[in-house]
Protein backbone atom coordinates (compact mmCIF):
# COMPACT_ATOMS: atom_id res chain seq x y z
CA UNK A 1 0.00 0.00 0.00
CA UNK A 2 1.10 3.22 -0.87
CA UNK A 3 0.34 6.34 1.12
CA UNK A 4 -0.47 9.96 0.24
CA UNK A 5 1.65 11.54 2.75
CA UNK A 6 0.53 15.55 2.41
CA UNK A 7 3.22 18.18 2.86
CA UNK A 8 2.94 20.36 5.91
CA UNK A 9 4.52 23.60 7.55
CA UNK A 10 6.33 25.78 4.79
CA UNK A 11 6.62 22.81 2.32
CA UNK A 12 2.72 23.20 1.88
CA UNK A 13 2.80 26.82 1.46
CA UNK A 14 6.02 26.74 -1.20
CA UNK A 15 5.99 25.33 -4.44
CA UNK A 16 7.82 21.84 -5.36
CA UNK A 17 11.64 21.78 -5.84
CA UNK A 18 11.72 25.21 -3.83
CA UNK A 19 14.98 25.61 -1.18
CA UNK A 20 14.85 26.90 2.24
CA UNK A 21 17.46 28.00 4.67
CA UNK A 22 16.94 29.02 7.85
CA UNK A 23 19.05 29.74 11.08
CA UNK A 24 22.43 30.91 11.85
CA UNK A 25 24.12 27.86 10.08
CA UNK A 26 22.71 27.58 6.90
CA UNK A 27 21.34 31.00 6.51
CA UNK A 28 23.83 33.47 8.23
CA UNK A 29 27.10 31.81 7.99
CA UNK A 30 26.44 30.52 4.18
CA UNK A 31 26.09 33.95 3.70
CA UNK A 32 28.90 35.54 5.15
CA UNK A 33 31.29 32.54 4.14
CA UNK A 34 30.28 33.59 0.22
CA UNK A 35 30.71 36.94 1.01
CA UNK A 36 34.33 36.08 2.12
CA UNK A 37 34.78 34.09 -0.71
CA UNK A 38 34.15 36.92 -3.31
CA UNK A 39 36.27 39.08 -1.00
CA UNK A 40 39.06 37.05 -0.93
CA UNK A 41 39.46 37.21 -4.64
CA UNK A 42 39.59 40.89 -5.08
CA UNK A 43 42.21 41.09 -1.65
CA UNK A 44 45.40 40.24 -3.65
CA UNK A 45 43.83 42.82 -6.03
CA UNK A 46 44.56 45.80 -3.58
CA UNK A 47 46.83 48.39 -3.97
CA UNK A 48 49.54 49.25 -6.31
CA UNK A 49 51.42 45.81 -5.98
CA UNK A 50 47.97 43.96 -6.03
CA UNK A 51 48.12 40.67 -8.55
CA UNK A 52 45.95 40.61 -11.54
CA UNK A 53 42.85 38.84 -12.43
CA UNK A 54 41.90 37.04 -15.86
CA UNK A 55 38.41 36.69 -16.28
CA UNK A 56 37.11 35.16 -19.01
CA UNK A 57 33.44 36.29 -19.44
CA UNK A 58 30.98 34.53 -21.32
CA UNK A 59 31.38 35.90 -24.61
CA UNK A 60 34.93 34.76 -24.34
CA UNK A 61 36.48 37.97 -24.21
CA UNK A 62 39.26 38.16 -21.97
CA UNK A 63 40.21 40.92 -18.91
CA UNK A 64 43.46 40.77 -17.51
CA UNK A 65 43.22 43.67 -14.70
CA UNK A 66 43.32 44.14 -10.90
CA UNK A 67 40.48 46.82 -10.82
CA UNK A 68 38.04 45.15 -8.52
CA UNK A 69 34.88 47.22 -10.48
CA UNK A 70 36.07 45.45 -13.73
CA UNK A 71 36.21 42.00 -11.96
CA UNK A 72 33.18 41.43 -10.03
CA UNK A 73 31.43 43.15 -13.26
CA UNK A 74 32.38 40.11 -15.09
CA UNK A 75 32.34 37.12 -12.87
CA UNK A 76 28.88 37.25 -12.63
CA UNK A 77 28.09 36.48 -9.21
CA UNK A 78 25.04 34.65 -8.40
CA UNK A 79 24.99 33.91 -4.73
CA UNK A 80 22.55 36.81 -3.36
CA UNK A 81 24.32 37.81 -0.19
CA UNK A 82 27.17 38.06 -2.12
CA UNK A 83 25.41 40.69 -4.98
CA UNK A 84 25.20 42.77 -2.16
CA UNK A 85 28.85 43.59 -1.93
CA UNK A 86 28.83 43.51 -5.55
CA UNK A 87 26.14 46.16 -5.64
CA UNK A 88 28.20 48.00 -3.03
CA UNK A 89 31.35 48.37 -5.15
CA UNK A 90 29.52 49.36 -7.82
CA UNK A 91 27.62 52.56 -6.13
CA UNK A 92 31.32 53.21 -5.02
CA UNK A 93 32.75 53.21 -8.52
CA UNK A 94 29.93 55.16 -9.80
CA UNK A 95 29.77 57.66 -7.09
CA UNK A 96 33.70 58.42 -6.53
CA UNK A 97 35.12 56.05 -9.25
CA UNK A 98 37.67 54.73 -6.98
CA UNK A 99 37.80 52.55 -4.07
CA UNK A 100 35.69 49.97 -5.24
CA UNK A 101 38.49 46.95 -4.13
CA UNK A 102 38.40 48.79 -0.60
CA UNK A 103 34.90 48.37 0.06
CA UNK A 104 34.46 44.63 -0.54
CA UNK A 105 37.71 43.58 0.81
CA UNK A 106 36.91 45.22 4.41
CA UNK A 107 33.25 44.35 3.79
CA UNK A 108 34.35 40.76 4.19
CA UNK A 109 36.87 41.32 6.67
CA UNK A 110 33.78 42.91 8.58
CA UNK A 111 32.19 40.02 7.89
CA UNK A 112 34.56 37.96 8.92
CA UNK A 113 35.06 39.29 12.22
CA UNK A 114 30.75 39.21 12.64
CA UNK A 115 31.04 35.16 12.03
CA UNK A 116 33.67 35.09 14.95
CA UNK A 117 31.41 36.74 17.33
CA UNK A 118 28.54 34.54 16.40
CA UNK A 119 30.40 31.35 16.92
CA UNK A 120 31.72 32.69 20.23
CA UNK A 121 27.30 33.68 20.95
CA UNK A 122 26.70 37.59 20.08
CA UNK A 123 23.47 37.60 18.74
CA UNK A 124 23.47 39.15 14.99
CA UNK A 125 21.26 42.31 16.32
CA UNK A 126 24.10 42.98 18.64
CA UNK A 127 27.02 42.68 16.00
CA UNK A 128 24.43 45.11 14.09
CA UNK A 129 23.98 47.69 16.79
CA UNK A 130 28.15 47.94 17.52
CA UNK A 131 29.12 48.50 14.08
CA UNK A 132 26.61 51.20 13.38
CA UNK A 133 27.98 52.91 16.62
CA UNK A 134 31.22 52.08 15.25
CA UNK A 135 30.84 53.48 11.35
CA UNK A 136 29.16 56.64 12.59
CA UNK A 137 32.32 57.26 15.89
CA UNK A 138 34.78 56.42 12.47
CA UNK A 139 33.41 58.91 10.22
CA UNK A 140 33.44 61.25 12.78
CA UNK A 141 36.77 60.70 13.80
CA UNK A 142 38.06 60.55 9.88
CA UNK A 143 36.88 64.33 9.63
CA UNK A 144 39.58 64.91 12.17
CA UNK A 145 42.25 63.76 9.77
CA UNK A 146 41.62 66.14 7.23
CA UNK A 147 44.26 68.59 6.20
CA UNK A 148 43.50 71.96 7.12
CA UNK A 149 42.99 74.09 3.82
CA UNK A 150 43.27 71.37 1.70
CA UNK A 151 39.83 72.31 0.18
CA UNK A 152 40.74 75.14 -1.05
CA UNK A 153 42.55 74.62 -4.25
CA UNK A 154 42.17 76.12 -7.85
CA UNK A 155 41.47 73.12 -10.21
CA UNK A 156 42.74 74.95 -13.22
CA UNK A 157 46.22 74.61 -11.40
CA UNK A 158 47.56 71.85 -13.24
CA UNK A 159 50.62 71.10 -10.50
CA UNK A 160 47.96 70.86 -7.53
CA UNK A 161 45.91 69.23 -9.49
CA UNK A 162 48.71 66.37 -9.86
CA UNK A 163 49.63 66.68 -6.48
CA UNK A 164 46.04 65.50 -5.23
CA UNK A 165 45.68 63.16 -8.37
CA UNK A 166 48.90 60.83 -8.05
CA UNK A 167 47.54 58.48 -5.61
CA UNK A 168 44.39 57.61 -7.49
CA UNK A 169 46.17 56.90 -10.28
CA UNK A 170 49.13 54.95 -9.04
CA UNK A 171 46.93 52.19 -7.17
CA UNK A 172 46.05 51.52 -10.64
CA UNK A 173 49.63 52.41 -12.84
CA UNK A 174 52.13 52.54 -10.17
CA UNK A 175 55.14 53.85 -11.39
CA UNK A 176 53.50 55.50 -14.56
CA UNK A 177 51.30 57.91 -12.67
CA UNK A 178 53.07 60.80 -13.52
CA UNK A 179 52.56 60.21 -16.75
CA UNK A 180 48.55 59.30 -16.78
CA UNK A 181 48.51 62.20 -14.09
CA UNK A 182 49.68 64.82 -16.51
CA UNK A 183 47.55 63.74 -19.78
CA UNK A 184 44.68 63.11 -17.66
CA UNK A 185 45.09 66.91 -15.90
CA UNK A 186 45.64 68.55 -19.54
CA UNK A 187 42.89 66.79 -20.33
CA UNK A 188 40.58 68.05 -17.47
CA UNK A 189 41.42 71.47 -17.23
CA UNK A 190 40.76 71.74 -21.32
CA UNK A 191 37.48 70.66 -20.28
CA UNK A 192 36.77 72.33 -16.99
CA UNK A 193 34.06 74.62 -17.37
CA UNK A 194 34.18 78.57 -15.47
CA UNK A 195 31.81 76.81 -12.62
CA UNK A 196 34.18 73.61 -12.28
CA UNK A 197 30.74 72.11 -10.79
CA UNK A 198 29.26 71.76 -14.16
CA UNK A 199 32.26 69.46 -15.32
CA UNK A 200 30.85 66.81 -16.70
CA UNK A 201 33.23 62.91 -16.96
CA UNK A 202 31.85 62.46 -20.37
CA UNK A 203 33.86 64.95 -22.15
CA UNK A 204 36.88 63.56 -21.55
CA UNK A 205 37.22 60.78 -24.06
CA UNK A 206 39.43 58.14 -24.54
CA UNK A 207 40.97 56.65 -27.84
CA UNK A 208 42.92 53.42 -27.36
CA UNK A 209 45.49 52.84 -30.44
CA UNK A 210 47.23 49.22 -30.67
CA UNK A 211 51.62 49.91 -30.82
CA UNK A 212 54.10 52.31 -29.33
CA UNK A 213 54.06 52.79 -25.85
CA UNK A 214 52.75 55.10 -23.42
CA UNK A 215 55.37 58.00 -23.57
CA UNK A 216 53.56 58.24 -27.06
CA UNK A 217 50.02 58.91 -26.16
CA UNK A 218 48.78 62.32 -26.33
CA UNK A 219 45.86 64.71 -25.56
CA UNK A 220 43.74 65.92 -28.29
CA UNK A 221 41.69 69.17 -27.43
CA UNK A 222 38.63 67.83 -29.49
CA UNK A 223 37.38 64.62 -30.99
CA UNK A 224 39.44 61.38 -32.16
CA UNK A 225 37.65 58.93 -34.55
CA UNK A 226 38.52 55.45 -35.53
CA UNK A 227 37.18 55.62 -38.93
CA UNK A 228 38.37 57.20 -42.21
CA UNK A 229 36.27 59.82 -44.01
CA UNK A 230 34.06 58.76 -46.91
CA UNK A 231 35.34 60.43 -50.77
CA UNK A 232 38.84 61.57 -51.14
CA UNK A 233 39.16 65.24 -49.21
CA UNK A 234 41.12 64.18 -46.07
CA UNK A 235 41.72 67.61 -44.84
CA UNK A 236 39.58 70.90 -43.90
CA UNK A 237 41.21 73.98 -41.60
CA UNK A 238 39.40 76.57 -39.92
CA UNK A 239 35.74 75.09 -41.85
CA UNK A 240 32.44 75.62 -41.09
CA UNK A 241 30.47 72.19 -40.23
CA UNK A 242 27.38 70.91 -41.05
CA UNK A 243 25.56 67.75 -39.03
CA UNK A 244 22.58 65.75 -40.44
CA UNK A 245 21.42 63.14 -38.31
CA UNK A 246 19.31 61.37 -40.87
CA UNK A 247 21.89 60.87 -43.59
CA UNK A 248 23.13 62.36 -46.60
CA UNK A 249 20.49 60.80 -48.77
CA UNK A 250 17.15 62.13 -50.88
CA UNK A 251 14.04 61.08 -48.36
CA UNK A 252 12.12 58.67 -49.74
CA UNK A 253 8.13 58.63 -50.15
CA UNK A 254 5.99 56.54 -48.58
CA UNK A 255 3.59 56.30 -50.82
CA UNK A 256 3.52 54.26 -54.19
CA UNK A 257 2.98 55.17 -57.31
CA UNK A 258 4.00 53.93 -61.54
CA UNK A 259 5.58 55.84 -63.79
CA UNK A 260 5.14 55.23 -67.23
CA UNK A 261 8.19 56.16 -69.60
CA UNK A 262 8.05 55.62 -73.23
CA UNK A 263 10.61 56.81 -75.08
CA UNK A 264 14.40 56.65 -74.40
CA UNK A 265 14.44 60.42 -74.01
CA UNK A 266 11.95 60.15 -70.82
CA UNK A 267 13.97 57.69 -69.58
CA UNK A 268 16.91 59.94 -69.93
CA UNK A 269 15.24 63.17 -68.44
CA UNK A 270 14.03 61.43 -65.30
CA UNK A 271 17.52 60.48 -64.04
CA UNK A 272 18.44 63.97 -64.83
CA UNK A 273 15.40 65.29 -62.87
CA UNK A 274 16.78 62.87 -59.64
CA UNK A 275 20.71 64.06 -60.53
CA UNK A 276 19.11 67.59 -60.41
CA UNK A 277 17.46 67.10 -57.19
CA UNK A 278 20.50 65.80 -54.93
CA UNK A 279 22.99 68.44 -56.41
CA UNK A 280 20.35 70.98 -55.62
CA UNK A 281 20.15 69.91 -52.26
CA UNK A 282 24.37 69.54 -51.74
CA UNK A 283 24.73 73.49 -53.88
CA UNK A 284 22.90 75.16 -51.12
CA UNK A 285 25.09 73.16 -48.20
CA UNK A 286 27.93 74.50 -49.96
CA UNK A 287 26.61 77.65 -50.65
CA UNK A 288 26.13 78.22 -46.62
CA UNK A 289 30.00 78.07 -45.98
CA UNK A 290 30.22 74.66 -44.59
CA UNK A 291 33.42 72.72 -46.00
CA UNK A 292 32.91 69.33 -43.56
CA UNK A 293 29.30 67.69 -43.96
CA UNK A 294 28.93 64.86 -41.14
CA UNK A 295 26.05 62.20 -41.34
CA UNK A 296 24.80 60.34 -39.03
CA UNK A 297 23.46 57.78 -41.20
CA UNK A 298 23.90 56.21 -44.58
CA UNK A 299 25.68 58.27 -47.71
CA UNK A 300 24.36 58.18 -51.04
CA UNK A 301 26.83 57.61 -53.75
CA UNK A 302 24.81 60.36 -55.54
CA UNK A 303 25.22 62.50 -52.53
CA UNK A 304 28.99 61.67 -52.59
CA UNK A 305 29.48 62.55 -56.12
CA UNK A 306 28.34 66.06 -55.96
CA UNK A 307 30.05 66.56 -52.51
CA UNK A 308 33.71 66.05 -54.17
CA UNK A 309 32.39 68.21 -57.01
CA UNK A 310 31.67 71.41 -54.38
CA UNK A 311 34.73 70.13 -52.48
CA UNK A 312 33.10 69.08 -49.26
CA UNK A 313 34.91 66.80 -47.02
CA UNK A 314 32.47 63.89 -45.54
CA UNK A 315 32.32 62.03 -41.98
CA UNK A 316 29.89 59.25 -40.88
CA UNK A 317 29.23 58.56 -37.48
CA UNK A 318 27.60 55.70 -36.97
CA UNK A 319 27.31 56.05 -33.24
CA UNK A 320 24.47 58.81 -32.14
CA UNK A 321 26.82 59.90 -28.64
CA UNK A 322 29.79 60.55 -29.93
CA UNK A 323 27.60 62.38 -32.70
CA UNK A 324 26.15 64.29 -30.25
CA UNK A 325 29.25 64.82 -28.69
CA UNK A 326 31.10 65.96 -31.94
CA UNK A 327 27.96 68.65 -31.97
CA UNK A 328 29.01 69.68 -28.77
CA UNK A 329 32.59 69.77 -29.85
CA UNK A 330 32.17 71.87 -33.10
CA UNK A 331 28.49 73.91 -30.94
CA UNK A 332 26.62 72.66 -33.88
CA UNK A 333 22.67 71.06 -33.64
CA UNK A 334 22.38 68.34 -36.06
CA UNK A 335 19.63 68.41 -38.50
CA UNK A 336 17.25 66.01 -38.73
CA UNK A 337 17.53 65.37 -42.55
CA UNK A 338 19.14 67.24 -46.01
CA UNK A 339 18.52 70.67 -46.70
CA UNK A 340 19.52 74.28 -46.17
CA UNK A 341 21.58 75.34 -42.98
CA UNK A 342 21.58 78.63 -41.33
CA UNK A 343 24.59 80.45 -41.76
CA UNK A 344 24.45 81.57 -38.60
CA UNK A 345 24.30 78.57 -36.86
CA UNK A 346 26.85 76.39 -38.24
CA UNK A 347 29.52 74.78 -36.33
CA UNK A 348 33.25 75.60 -36.45
CA UNK A 349 36.47 73.25 -36.28
CA UNK A 350 40.19 74.57 -36.45
CA UNK A 351 40.98 71.50 -38.18
CA UNK A 352 40.02 67.85 -39.68
CA UNK A 353 42.09 65.67 -40.84
CA UNK A 354 42.96 61.85 -41.37
CA UNK A 355 46.14 60.05 -39.86
CA UNK A 356 47.30 56.92 -39.97
CA UNK A 357 48.65 55.94 -36.19
CA UNK A 358 50.42 52.27 -35.44
CA UNK A 359 48.60 51.40 -38.99
CA UNK A 360 45.03 52.32 -38.01
CA UNK A 361 43.31 55.45 -39.75
CA UNK A 362 42.01 57.69 -37.41
CA UNK A 363 40.25 60.76 -38.19
CA UNK A 364 41.46 63.97 -35.65
CA UNK A 365 38.96 67.18 -35.07
CA UNK A 366 40.53 69.86 -33.32
CA UNK A 367 38.97 72.85 -31.90
CA UNK A 368 41.27 74.63 -29.99
CA UNK A 369 39.77 78.33 -30.90
CA UNK A 370 36.58 77.73 -31.13
CA UNK A 371 35.74 75.85 -28.24
CA UNK A 372 37.14 73.17 -26.05
CA UNK A 373 34.03 71.16 -24.78
CA UNK A 374 35.63 67.36 -25.68
CA UNK A 375 38.85 66.89 -24.89
CA UNK A 376 40.44 62.98 -26.08
CA UNK A 377 43.03 60.93 -24.09
CA UNK A 378 44.88 59.30 -27.02
CA UNK A 379 46.71 56.11 -25.08
CA UNK A 380 49.22 53.96 -26.80
CA UNK A 381 50.00 50.31 -25.63
CA UNK A 382 51.93 47.07 -26.59
CA UNK A 383 48.45 44.79 -26.07
CA UNK A 384 44.45 45.19 -25.75
CA UNK A 385 44.64 44.47 -21.52
CA UNK A 386 47.32 47.20 -21.39
CA UNK A 387 45.33 49.36 -23.23
CA UNK A 388 42.04 48.57 -21.21
CA UNK A 389 43.76 48.86 -17.93
CA UNK A 390 45.25 52.06 -19.14
CA UNK A 391 42.07 53.50 -19.78
CA UNK A 392 40.67 52.42 -16.51
CA UNK A 393 43.65 54.39 -14.55
CA UNK A 394 42.70 57.28 -16.59
CA UNK A 395 38.62 56.77 -15.88
CA UNK A 396 40.08 56.96 -12.21
CA UNK A 397 41.55 59.97 -12.48
CA UNK A 398 38.96 61.77 -14.49
CA UNK A 399 36.43 60.95 -11.37
CA UNK A 400 39.04 62.40 -9.03
CA UNK A 401 38.72 65.57 -10.71
CA UNK A 402 34.92 65.39 -10.68
CA UNK A 403 35.33 64.87 -6.74
CA UNK A 404 37.55 68.49 -6.77
CA UNK A 405 35.23 70.01 -8.89
CA UNK A 406 32.17 69.61 -7.04
CA UNK A 407 33.39 71.29 -4.40
CA UNK A 408 29.52 72.66 -3.13
CA UNK A 409 27.86 69.72 -4.46
CA UNK A 410 25.39 68.76 -1.70
CA UNK A 411 23.96 65.37 -0.65
CA UNK A 412 22.23 63.85 2.30
CA UNK A 413 24.42 61.86 4.52
CA UNK A 414 24.08 60.39 8.35
CA UNK A 415 20.61 62.26 8.69
CA UNK A 416 22.67 65.90 8.02
CA UNK A 417 23.02 67.73 5.10
CA UNK A 418 26.87 68.34 4.95
CA UNK A 419 28.68 70.17 2.38
CA UNK A 420 30.55 67.44 0.15
CA UNK A 421 33.95 69.04 0.21
CA UNK A 422 36.76 67.77 -1.75
CA UNK A 423 38.68 67.03 1.30
CA UNK A 424 42.32 65.79 1.19
CA UNK A 425 43.73 63.25 3.69
CA UNK A 426 47.26 64.40 3.71
CA UNK A 427 50.29 62.76 4.46
CA UNK A 428 48.87 59.88 4.98
CA UNK A 429 50.09 57.37 2.74
CA UNK A 430 53.79 56.60 1.59
CA UNK A 431 54.63 52.88 0.61
CA UNK A 432 56.57 52.63 -2.36
CA UNK A 433 55.69 56.81 -2.41
CA UNK A 434 52.14 55.70 -2.97
CA UNK A 435 51.76 52.05 -1.58
CA UNK A 436 50.36 51.64 2.02
CA UNK A 437 47.73 53.61 0.85
CA UNK A 438 46.05 56.20 4.12
CA UNK A 439 48.24 53.89 6.69
CA UNK A 440 49.02 56.54 9.52
CA UNK A 441 44.86 57.10 8.98
CA UNK A 442 43.89 53.53 9.18
CA UNK A 443 46.61 53.32 12.67
CA UNK A 444 44.72 56.47 14.16
CA UNK A 445 41.39 55.16 13.39
CA UNK A 446 42.05 51.27 14.82
CA UNK A 447 43.39 53.12 17.65
CA UNK A 448 40.64 56.04 18.30
CA UNK A 449 37.74 52.85 17.53
CA UNK A 450 39.40 51.05 20.28
CA UNK A 451 39.41 52.95 22.82
CA UNK A 452 35.36 54.03 22.17
CA UNK A 453 34.74 50.10 22.52
CA UNK A 454 36.27 50.49 26.01
CA UNK A 455 33.65 53.04 26.84
CA UNK A 456 30.63 51.21 25.93
CA UNK A 457 29.28 48.43 28.59
CA UNK A 458 26.66 46.02 26.50
CA UNK A 459 27.71 43.44 24.41
CA UNK A 460 28.06 45.09 21.18
CA UNK A 461 31.18 46.44 22.59
CA UNK A 462 32.77 43.21 21.12
CA UNK A 463 31.53 44.58 17.90
CA UNK A 464 33.02 47.73 17.96
CA UNK A 465 35.95 46.29 19.18
CA UNK A 466 36.44 43.44 16.00
CA UNK A 467 35.17 46.76 13.49
CA UNK A 468 38.72 48.43 14.75
CA UNK A 469 40.52 45.32 14.43
CA UNK A 470 39.19 45.08 10.40
CA UNK A 471 41.44 48.33 9.74
CA UNK A 472 44.14 45.93 10.32
CA UNK A 473 43.27 44.18 7.03
CA UNK A 474 44.17 47.26 4.79
CA UNK A 475 48.41 47.47 5.87
CA UNK A 476 47.94 43.64 6.43
CA UNK A 477 47.30 43.04 2.45
CA UNK A 478 49.27 45.98 1.18
CA UNK A 479 52.09 44.37 2.75
CA UNK A 480 51.52 40.92 1.71
CA UNK A 481 50.78 42.21 -2.06
CA UNK A 482 53.97 43.72 -1.62
CA UNK A 483 55.94 40.19 -0.73
CA UNK A 484 56.85 41.74 3.35
CA UNK A 485 56.38 40.11 7.00
CA UNK A 486 52.67 41.50 7.26
CA UNK A 487 53.01 41.17 11.33
CA UNK A 488 56.72 42.81 11.67
CA UNK A 489 54.91 45.73 9.48
CA UNK A 490 52.10 46.22 11.69
CA UNK A 491 53.87 46.00 14.90
CA UNK A 492 56.26 48.42 14.04
CA UNK A 493 53.65 50.69 13.14
CA UNK A 494 51.45 49.89 16.71
CA UNK A 495 55.10 50.85 18.48
CA UNK A 496 55.26 54.22 16.40
CA UNK A 497 52.18 55.40 17.39
CA UNK A 498 52.36 54.29 20.58
CA UNK A 499 55.95 56.50 20.88
CA UNK A 500 54.01 59.21 20.03
CA UNK A 501 54.79 59.44 16.33
CA UNK A 502 51.61 59.68 15.02
CA UNK A 503 52.95 60.46 11.68
CA UNK A 504 54.55 57.72 10.51
CA UNK A 505 54.02 55.02 7.25
CA UNK A 506 55.67 52.40 5.81
CA UNK A 507 57.92 52.56 2.59
CA UNK A 508 57.25 49.08 0.88
CA UNK A 509 60.38 49.02 -0.73
CA UNK A 510 62.69 49.50 1.93
CA UNK A 511 60.16 47.82 4.84
CA UNK A 512 60.75 50.72 7.55
CA UNK A 513 58.67 53.33 9.41
CA UNK A 514 59.05 56.60 7.76
CA UNK A 515 58.04 60.24 8.64
CA UNK A 516 55.56 61.17 5.78
CA UNK A 517 54.66 64.80 6.71
CA UNK A 518 57.29 66.05 4.48
CA UNK A 519 55.68 64.24 1.31
CA UNK A 520 53.41 65.90 -0.63
CA UNK A 521 50.59 62.84 -0.79
CA UNK A 522 47.46 62.98 -0.94
CA UNK A 523 44.07 60.68 -0.39
CA UNK A 524 40.77 61.71 -0.92
CA UNK A 525 38.36 62.35 1.95
CA UNK A 526 35.26 61.99 0.23
CA UNK A 527 36.34 58.56 -0.95
CA UNK A 528 36.89 57.21 2.19
CA UNK A 529 33.74 58.66 3.78
CA UNK A 530 31.71 56.77 1.15
CA UNK A 531 33.72 53.12 1.04
CA UNK A 532 33.27 52.80 4.57
CA UNK A 533 29.78 53.46 4.84
CA UNK A 534 29.20 51.33 1.86
CA UNK A 535 30.65 48.91 3.72
CA UNK A 536 28.83 48.97 7.44
CA UNK A 537 25.95 49.09 5.08
CA UNK A 538 25.96 46.22 2.90
CA UNK A 539 27.44 44.03 5.98
CA UNK A 540 24.85 44.96 8.41
CA UNK A 541 22.11 44.71 5.65
CA UNK A 542 24.00 40.68 5.01
CA UNK A 543 23.90 40.24 8.60
CA UNK A 544 20.16 40.93 9.04
CA UNK A 545 19.13 38.23 6.94
CA UNK A 546 18.27 34.86 8.64
CA UNK A 547 16.11 33.03 6.09
CA UNK A 548 17.04 32.23 2.53
CA UNK A 549 13.82 30.96 0.46
CA UNK A 550 14.75 30.39 -3.22
Known amino acids: MGFNIQPYGIQSMLKEGHKHLIGLNEAVLKNIDACKQLSTITRTSLGPNGMNKMVINHLDKLFVTNDAATIVNELEV ?7 LVLAGKAQQE ?260 EEIGGVRVIIVKNEEGGNSVATVVLRGSTDSILDDLERAVDDGVNTYKVFSNVLDMLISLKLLIIRLAKMIGCKKLANKFNLRMIRAIVFLYINVKDFSFKETGLDQYAIAKFAESFEMIPRTLAENAGLNAMEIISSLYAEHASGNAKVGIDLEEGVCKDVSTLSIWDLHVTKFFALKYVADAACTILRVDQVII
Do not use: W
Not at 234 to 243: D, L
Open 78 to 84: QHPAAKV
Open 95 to 354: EIGDGANLTISFAGELLQGAEELIRMGLHPSEIISGYTKAINKTVQILDELVEDGSENMDVHDKEQVLSRMKATVASKQFGQEHTICSLVADACIQVCPKNPANFNVDNVRVAKLLGGGLHNSTVVRGMVLKSDVIGTIKQAEKAKVVVFAGGVDTSATETKGTVLIHTAEQLENYSKTEEAKVEELIKVVADSGAKVIVSGGSVAEMALHFCERYKLMVLKISSKFELRRFCRTTGFVAMLKLGQPNPDDLGYVDSVSV
